[in-house]
């Protein structure tokens, strides 16, 4: 294959990749038919299929690559500033469904909770996740570090172990947003993440 | 009609919604069939639709269900005791998906992540996810008092607001379980579980 449909290829790929996460976010998994996704990015089904075996396959790297997204702009935001604090606050505000208008984390979320449907019955898509989430703990585990290297944090309980909390928090906040806005709003998630976190993490967060 | 017929279709009710709880945890809830339920209770279809309209409203009914009788076990276990502490623990440890083996919680896990993925787009499923969510915190905060009541717990932040970070934290950690048990084991997330619980109440834990 010469470059120019290397490129195309690529970009075609990521198209479909694009157009999947959005069907899927409006509809469910469930409901989606790759017929559905091949219309939105006009192609022919046979070539979804082609590229991506299977619907179960289509949400994983769907996932996959809304989740490359995330870290891609994690990383540039986290080497803008030294300060652990502040790391994590970017973490913690990125995670935040719906909190950042030019960025919204609504149809990551909604592929996450897909995929745990289908973890719990497919050992394949618990490899999966597990991959996916190693990298979430990683990155927390990751701020941490350097903040107990920089003195912002106090020594204490293992980082990994820490971020195994810290990732849970995010994840069972973040489902109350996703489900039911008026009793937790972002700014709530927000707020309550910068509170648990300096308990769990041995910091003092201002008051509000 | 009379007392017996009464009481005929209430066991037939629950018999409907144990049968729609167990299939729709082995397979999932796309891939269930009232059919498949009919079939598990010994049925007709017919009957099902005549009780329950829909397989999301047999969902929302199943979840309710399981949902009840765990408030049932924990109601029941917290009388047992009048230390805040334990019935802390036994909260948390009652919530670990498949630490207790004489009453495994997978099945109301499982049913749990199903109805998150209908509320994320449908608005009566949000308000049935609020209702059981509400009771969840409802039932953190109560045992939160208690323990400032009886001198365990320090006063401070507003109990209801310590409820949703709890509920939140043992959401996230049941996930984590529900996915990958060999990052975090069932014991893994009931010590992670008391240990941040102390961190966010304030109270000291003891090393493991």
């Known amino acids: 294959m010469g470059r120019t449909n290397q490129k195309q290829a690529k970009d075609r790929h990521h198209e479909i990749l694009e157009a999947a996460a959005k069907v899927i976010t409006d509809r469910g998994l469930a409901e989606t ?7 939105r990015c006009g192609v022919s089904p046979g ?20 989740n490359d997204q995330f870290y ?3 990383s540039r935001e986290l080497r803008r500033t030294r300060s652990a604090r502040e ?9 935040v469904p719906g909190l950042l208008p030019e960025y919204s984390f609504l149809e990551e979320w909604a592929l996450w909770v897909e995929i745990w449907v289908l973890a719990l019955r497919d050992p394949a898509m618990k490899k999966e996740h597990e991959v996916l989430n190693r990298r979430w703990r990683q990155s927390i585990a990751d701020v941490i570090r350097h903040g ?16 195994v909390q810290v990732g849970a928090l995010v994840d069972g906040l973040a489902i109350q947003v996703l489900m039911d806005s008026s009793d937790v709003t972002p700014e709530h998630m927000l707020r309550a993440c910068q509170e648990a976190c300096g308990k769990l993490l041995g910091f003092a967060v201002e008051p509000a």
Not at 50 to 66: G, H, Q
Not at 151 to 162: I, K, R, S, V, W
């Open 72 to 74: 891609l702009r994690l």
């Open 47 to 66: 070539l979804i299929l082609y590229y991506f075996e299977s619907k179960d396959r289509l949400l994983v790297e769907a996932l996959t690559a809304a």
């Open 33 to 39: 038919r790759i017929s559905d996704i091949a219309e």
């Open 148 to 163: 107990r290297s920089t003195g912002e944090f106090p020594e204490g309980q293992d980082a990994d172990e820490l971020a």
């Open 87 to 95: 790391q994590l606050d970017r973490l913690v505000e990125l995670s």
